[in-house]
């Protein structure tokens, strides 16, 4: 059980375009949902967390209309990359929670990522 | 300023033996404390989560530790194999009420060899 799938696994784009990554829960509702980015051994950086019917709520230094987040359903969050530039290149990956709170409610199930390569 | 700290350097160790691994962390104050593994190219797939009132936590051969006073965790796998290669990562759970929110550390790369 909770199983996040993520797509797509690898885009490579050209510089100005936007980038569309989708994250869905498969076998479980979805109340909350992170977008995450991860530099090659580095950490992985909370981007924003979204929450269903909501806006998202997006971390310090993260540019809210450079990174555009959807979450209109339980089941499905977006994260679209508009006016991608080389700079943008990097791993990004989803997680969901079964619902907010502490603890075991905490629990982050994540999707396979993706890698998204701006020339 | 807030810092999670796991070793950067690579952990090698030989098949059978038991890895110990390291999250230490300043001016945090986390209720629970969970740990990670990623595999290269993948999203990270959770493993443990301990709680601030909790000593010790076991599963199978994965074991975890959780020390407020001393501000770290210790992960430790026994009998160690190579399939357990991967990256570990500590991640430390803030959350307040309904707002979730977990901050990771860099993690540490386990290599378990023949």
């Known amino acids: 059980g909770a199983v996040v799938s993520q797509h797509p696994s690898r885009v490579i784009c050209k510089s100005g375009t936007s980038v569309k990554i989708e994250c869905r829960s498969l076998?479980?509702?979805?109340?909350?949902m992170f977008w995450y980015r991860q530099f090659p051994k580095q950490s992985l950086m909370l981007m924003a967390t979204s929450n269903e019917g909501s806006k998202a709520t997006y971390e310090q230094g993260v540019e809210k209309d450079k990174f555009l987040i959807n979450h209109a359903s339980l089941t499905l969050s977006t994260l679209t990359v508009t006016s991608a530039h080389p700079e943008d290149s990097s791993f990004y990956i989803c997680?969901?929670?079964?619902?907010?709170?502490?603890?075991?409610?905490?629990?982050?199930?994540f999707g396979a990522g993706t890698r998204l390569s701006v020339l | 300023s807030q810092k999670i700290e796991q070793n950067s350097e690579a952990l090698n160790i030989q098949e059978g033996k038991t890895a110990t691994l390291t999250c230490n962390y300043t001016?945090?104050?986390?209720?629970?404390l969970q740990w990670y593994r990623q595999d290269p190219g993948r999203g990270p797939v959770f493993l443990l989560l301990i709680r601030e009132n909790e000593k010790e936590k076991r599963k199978e051969r994965l074991k975890v530790t959780f020390d407020t006073t001393l501000k770290q965790s210790l992960f430790h796998i026994t009998a160690s194999q190579p399939a357990d290669s991967a990256t570990y990562l500590c991640a430390l759970d803030e959350s307040f009420g309904t707002a979730s929110k977990l901050t990771f550390g860099t993690g540490t790369r386990l290599q378990v060899t023949l």
């Open positions: 997680s969901a929670t079964t619902a907010p709170g502490q603890g075991a409610k905490n629990i982050q199930y």
């Open positions: 076998d479980f509702q979805a109340t909350t």
């Open positions: 001016n945090y104050s986390p209720a629970y």
